[in-house]
């Protein structure tokens, strides 16, 4: 489904990421841990198309087809999703408008007319009821005022709304007590499938408790420089990041 | 000939013409002298330091058009929230028009100010109210006083609140080439009493219009004014709009203006707070492009202790547009414990696109809360990001954040109908379909 190969990207000139190769499967999770600072949240980002980047080399192919000269949107169209860390707050925009807009701009370049209000609703309805989502919530401005839990766990709905076939979650746990841990968790399982390929993105391993991954990969300084399963999550929680870090210029 | 000579030469003509009070008759006299005196204003005044009125000056204006029958209401429904119950105060060419308006007189009077300078009946309301807070140092205030004809008149009996809104429009056909409208408009609202106004100034020609209105609107103990100025005209229409508010005990103001449209828009926004306990809400929403110029200048000016007033006033500027918002908040010694903020955003599209923010706080109480804040930025690139990364591509996105800009300002429209139009109106501005009002 993903097929990342040699990429490395820029920001303002500086290299973040210095050679990544990561493949991803249908109905695959990954995880990817690592110390502050290794870019994993810059992985997301250039997956997702942030502009801010540069790719400087290597490539991305998602299903085939090669990402770098597509717009975020057109990604998000392909079935591209990345639940932000810091989730954006858009005052004046409540979240039942934001989803119709998002929902028919998905439908429209599928060639698909607007999804009619009555099943759009319903819809709403059904995926804020997964996330334990209030009714009142949905009305109200774009993640404005809401509790970091509160956020993440929309970003979450709004995953289940769309049902894109790679969701990307850049630290979805952070800043969750171990309740909303669960409800985002069991809201995530439950989108899981045959079809469906989940990229986590975590600092620590707490997650990979409740969202099991098949692959654990560890990031330092711009590169994957380990993979397992999941028992490396469990051995970089006891250990550390020191012992997997390459070696040090001295 | 110039603008202003032909004016002054206009005016023996113009006062022979229209029996009126002798009172009446000598304020004029007093005012042509007055605006001989002034003239025009120029840049080198401060208050217009950023607006040149040059460009509409330059035009050969009839100032005595003929009467215009041939408008159908089909013509001009668009323009008037037609979805609501109103009266409707319809004025053509600066000639009011009996078959297309709605008027009353069930314990509110809603009618011309033609009558109402002549009948007396309405004597002790023109005494009492007529061109008393009109402030004598602007050659405009003095043109549109010495040449006041026509205009709404309406007055709220005290205890008694307007049933519906009252719309009031002034259409322009510019028949005879170009064309100057002087609206002038005087609206009183007794003590606990309650009323809507809309009001709209809509060229229906491509000739060019030149609209110098001044309202006054006095505002009685514990009565609710709630005013809506709707600019939407067409880039050969260039209006001024002199408009002042006073305020007694416990009163309170709203004023929206949405400014989209018309070639150059100066809203001379004056509220004085004579009571204690009142409150003032002035906002905006002005979105324009191409060379289009909208000045806000606006006074506050508290003179009683314990009041508030809140301005809130959003631009977005494309193209080669240009913005001017000069916010005055003027406290008294006197105003003790008064809350006054003013906040000014600015969203420029493209790089030609100016706005000049002004606030200027004169404080000279000691126990106030006051705050001002201005700013002019681009798009966040992070929210665009968001939004894109959601599917929506990158104009609907822009679209959206614009709306979400400006969506604060509509929060306190009162009238459901306005704020759907509004919403619609911004929409058509940025060009997309949403699908769906905020």
Known sequence: ?250 | MELKDKLLSSFMAFEEAFDVDTDIHQLRSDAIKEFETLGFPSKKDEAWKYTSLNSVLKHDYSVFPNKEDAIDYKDIKKYLIHDIDSYKLIFIDGIYSSHLSQTTHDKIDVCLMSSALSKSKYKPIIENYFNKIVPKNSGLNALNTAFSKEGAFIHIHDNKSADMPIQIINFSTGNESALLVQPRNLIVVGENSQVQIIERHQSLTDHPVFTNSVTEVFVEKRAIVDYYKIQNDRHSASLIDNTFVEQKEESYCFMHTFSFGGKLTRNNLNFYQKGERSESTLKGITIIEDKQHVDHNTLVHHTSPNCESHQDYKGIFAENSTGVFNGRVLVDKEAQKINAFQSNNNILLDDKATINSKPQLEIFADDVKCSHGCTIGQLDEESLFYMRSRGIPLKEARALLMYAFANNVMESVKIPEIKKRITHQIALKLGVNLGFDL
């Not at chain 1, 870019?39 to 250039?46: E, F």
């Not at chain 1, 998000?76 to 925009?93: M, R």
């Not at chain 1, 790679?166 to 630290?171: N, Q």
């Open chain 1, 1 to 250: 489904m993903l097929k990342i190969k040699n990429l490395q990207a820029n920001i303002e000139d500086k290299e973040i990421l210095k050679g990544i190769n990561l493949e991803i499967n249908p109905g695959e999770v990954h995880a990817i841990m690592g110390p502050n600072g290794s870019g994993k949240s810059t992985l997301s980002s250039v997956i997702a198309g942030k502009e801010e980047y540069t790719m400087t080399g290597g490539e991305i192919l998602f299903e085939g087809e090669d990402l770098s000269e597509l717009d975020p949107e057109e990604r998000a169209h392909k079935g591209i999703f990345l639940s932000f860390q810091y989730p954006v707050e858009i005052p004046g925009v409540s979240v039942t408008n934001f989803m119709k807009a998002s929902i028919n701009a998905h439908r429209k370049a599928q060639g698909l007319a607007d999804m009619p209000a009555k099943d759009l609703l319903k819809m709403i309805r059904d995926k804020s009821e997964l996330l334990e989502i209030d009714r009142k919530f949905l009305s109200r401005s774009l993640n404005q005022g809401f509790s970091g839990g509160e956020k993440k766990r929309n970003e979450i709905f709004q995953m289940a709304m769309l049902n894109p076939k790679l969701a990307i979650l850049d630290e979805t746990d952070s800043g969750l007590d171990i309740d909303a841990l669960k409800v985002v968790a069991n809201g995530v399982n439950k989108l899981r499938s045959a079809d469906n390929s989940v990229l986590l993105i975590t600092h620590y391993q707490r997650l990979l408790d409740y969202i099991v991954p098949d692959f654990v990969h560890v990031m330092v300084d711009g590169k994957i420089v380990k993979s397992g399963t999941k028992e490396l999550a469990y051995e970089l929680e006891e250990r550390g990041y020191d012992w997997v870090k390459p070696e040090k210029t001295v």
